[in-house]
């Protein structure tokens, strides 16, 4: 497919597996030729006029950056998002020149302190994770495989300062990394792993760079694919599941022949199972339960280094004990990685892997259960399909649509009809990495590619989608590089009636037009004109989540851990945890300041935890309870606050005034949250059963107190005086009143408004 560089070099020390490294597409950069592209001055954000709308779908061209790097552009590298400074979220990506850019996803302008250097090529996608101070920290690769000597592992901040460097060595010196490092918990640490470019994988304290006990593991030979990083066999470890080549030789009495594997290590780098292929696996996994019956599956391509082997242009699905489950034969290169999805919106799991022929790409959506192509694909691209695909849902149709780099621009489909519905920087720049799909600060669908143009510079273009109704990017969505920020390359997909994790709480928009609904692991589920800025889903917590809060202008959301850890998301500003602090009970539930200045957390015995501007006005921390608190409502002025045990017994502090309680009455179920009138003239109270007990001028609209529940009530919040939600542990939502349903979560589930309305 490429031009390509075999290294055949006796290890010392026993090794003498020789080592194969792949020249990465490098030849692909200068595919435009003498095409002529409209200039924008390197180093400046300028807004486009809108490109054309083809069937129906709205694109605009909202702002590109042209970079100073004409002969080194971007090739690889996928676009990422991060929060790095309190203008709003970033794009972050790599070039050939060794620098790493920043630039605000609203306009388009430098991030400061950015970009960073390595000093060395980055071919691999920048990852991120939170740094518990309300920014992230970036993680990138370099070295590739034309400069497979130099780079390494790399960690830098916020403010693009570096805070560590690695290099990978082995017995033939050191070595690059081309592989994006995924960032997840391996035996309770913060990490990164990623494979080198020479015969060891390293992974390393995310904090400090250190090497983790067991590892360096000893691949044989280079590895080019970013792992995924899953609980795979459902024990509370973290499971590192990659591809990786293979050169014919013998290595510490192991013989290894020409291809390459699939391999899944233990959180200390141990093998615990493998399948070794005839070509090489280039391609990085994606992890799902997208196998018959819903079992966990993984998804991966092969290489092309090998001419004419057998296990060339092939695409597997493997179980989690890596047993071939199915295999595809799609008649091109599928060095691309793979995504998992839902394009039909039926709630089943299909397969997106692109093709490339040499000359074109061809599309293709497989069952994720049998390998079998869907009705209407494949389709073919005019340009290479190199970069992995990423889908999302882009009108709100309930479905996803596929998102195609080429190197002749990024083509979009309609994922259940299979038609182009847009192709975007066509005539401006190729691509050889994954679009990344976010939600943009205004509300609108953002999409940003990053590739090379006809001076053979890196280029960033961003698009806006328009998007009335405020939907999302959709459930089972793939809009980035490896998923998520943290390029875990994990999506489990919840089947009808059920959740990965149990819903813990949930906020209202400011104007009682949506919701959100967070789950214990962090993630967010979103209705009506509810925004998602992002989850901690794919994040290791030290402790689930217990509750959220949404910010005063609905432009973001906070979640608490029971630790008192806390993530902020959006325009929520972070302003301080206990995450680090021993606590006596944990934290049950937590309140926002009216203007968003602030928050307080509530622990199990009324302890109170105040940050920025949020008073402490008083708590129960001493105070010998019958029950345990359980929730707390802020009053409309932020100078008091209440809280309200299982029992229903209500404590009130500041200017909370005191309406009533159910302390001295039974309860046929405990107390699970409140919600405040906003005048603060009254609180509802909603039991585990869905019974309301409402006080002061809150009114009763309606309870679910004698219907049988498939799972018990968990929290509850009020838009205005004139009604309420509540939401169920399995997503199911119930409203009265005038507050409106929006949806439920999973979206199987059938609900209606039961209240007055």
């Known amino acids: ?44 954000a300028e807004a486009a006029t809108p490109t054309a709308h083809v069937a129906g779908l709205s694109t605009s061209l909202v702002w590109q950056q042209i970079l100073p790097d004409a002969g080194s552009p971007i090739g690889q590298s996928s676009p990422n998002e991060a929060t790095l400074d309190g203008v709003g979220p970033s794009v972050v990506v790599g070039d050939r020149a060794g620098k790493v850019y920043a630039f605000h996803l609203s306009n388009g302008s430098s991030v400061a302190g950015w970009p960073a250097s390595t000093g060395a090529p980055i071919d691999s996608t920048p990852s991120v994770t939170p740094n518990g101070s309300g920014t992230d920290t970036v993680f990138v690769g370099a070295g590739n495989a034309p400069n497979p000597n130099v780079g390494g592992y790399y960690a830098f901040s916020n403010t693009g300062a570096q805070l560590w460097g690695a290099n990978a060595k082995d017995p033939n010196g050191l070595h690059g990394v081309q592989a994006s490092l995924a960032v997840g918990s391996l035996n309770g640490v913060n990490a990164v792993v990623a494979p080198s470019l020479g015969q060891d994988e390293y992974a390393l304290n995310a904090a400090n ?34 591809g990786g080549d293979s050169t014919a030789g013998v290595a510490y009495g192991q013989t290894y022949t020409n291809g390459g594997h699939l391999r899944v290590l233990g959180p200390s780098g141990n093998l615990i199972c493998d399948y070794n292929t005839t070509q090489t696996v280039d391609s990085s996994t994606a992890v799902g339960n997208f196998l018959a019956g819903g079992q966990e599956g993984i998804a991966f391509g092969t290489g092309s280094y090998y001419a004419g082997a057998s296990d060339s242009n092939t695409l597997f699905a493997a179980n989690a004990n890596c047993g071939i489950v199915w295999r595809a034969n799609l008649g091109g290169s599928t ?41 209407g694909w494949p389709q073919t691209t005019p340009g290479r399909i190199i970069g992995g695909i990423t889908t999302a849902d882009l009108t709100g149709a309930g479905y996803n649509d596929v998102l195609v780099p080429t190197t002749e621009g990024l083509v979009i489909y309609d994922g259940r009809t299979a038609q182009v519905v847009a192709t975007l920087g066509n005539g401006t720049l190729g691509l050889q990495n994954s ?49 998520n920020p943290q390029l875990t390359g994990v ?93 006596n009970q944990p934290i049950v539930g937590m309140a926002r300041t009216p203007d968003g200045g602030g928050y307080w957390m509530v622990a199990k015995d009324g302890g109170i935890f105040s940050f920025g501007d949020a008073h402490f006005y008083g708590s129960t921390g001493s105070i010998r309870l019958n029950q345990p608190i359980v929730g707390m409502a802020a009053t409309a002025d ?56 409402s006080f002061g001028n809150a009114h009763f609209y309606g309870s679910t107190g004698s219907i049988h529940l498939n799972q018990p009530v968990v929290g509850m919040a009020a838009p205005n005086a004139g009604g309420y939600w509540f939401s169920a542990a399995d997503g199911g939502m119930f409203s009265f009143g005038d507050a409106h349903f929006y949806g439920s979560m999973p979206q199987q589930f059938v609900n209606e408004d039961i209240g007055v309305d």
Request: no cysteine.
């Open 1 to 44: 497919m490429r031009p390509s560089q075999h290294i055949d070099s006796a290890a010392s020390g026993g090794l003498v597996a020789s080592r194969r490294v792949f020249a990465a597409g490098a030849a692909l950069l200068g595919l435009f030729g003498s095409l002529a592209v409209s200039g924008v001055l390197s180093g400046t």
């Open 209 to 242: 760079g250190a090497v983790l006990p067991g590892w360096p593991f000893f691949t044989a030979d280079s590895g080019f694919t970013t792992p995924s990083l899953a609980d795979l066999y459902s024990n509370g470890q973290t499971d590192v599941i990659e």
């Open 335 to 375: 060095v691309d990685s793979p995504a998992i999805g839902d394009i039909e919106g039926d709630g089943n799991v299909e397969v997106l892997e692109g093709a490339d022929t040499g000359s074109s790409g061809i599309v293709y959506a497989l069952n994720g259960s049998t390998g079998a192509a869907m009705p």
């Open 435 to 483: 679009a990344m799909v976010d939600i943009d600060p205004n509300g609108t669908i953002g999409i940003t590619i990053a590739g090379y143009d006809a001076q053979n510079a890196g280029i960033i273009q961003h698009y806006e989608i328009p998007n009335p109704q405020g939907h999302t990017l959709g459930l089972r969505s793939w809009p980035m590089f490896h998923q």
């Open 491 to 583: 999506l489990r997909q919840p089947a009808p009636g059920h959740l990965n994790e149990p819903i813990v709480g949930m906020a209202s928009t400011p104007d009682g037009g949506g919701y959100w609904n967070v789950a214990s692991d962090g993630g967010i589920f979103t209705f009506g004109d509810a925004h998602f800025y992002g989850s901690t889903g794919s994040i290791h917590l030290n402790q689930p989540i217990v509750g959220m809060a949404a910010t005063p202008d609905g432009g973001g959301y906070w979640m608490v851990a029971a630790d008192g850890g806390i993530f902020s998301f959006g325009d929520a500003k972070f302003y301080g945890s206990t995450g680090s602090i021993h606590l």
């Open 638 to 693: 932020g100078g008091g606050y209440w809280l309200v045990a299982s029992d229903g017994g209500i404590f009130s502090f500041g200017d909370a005034h005191f309406y009533g309680s159910t302390g001295s009455i039974h309860l046929n179920q405990p107390v699970v949250g409140m919600a405040a009138t906003p005048d603060a003239g009254g609180y509802w109270f909603v039991a585990a059963d869905g019974g309301i007990f």
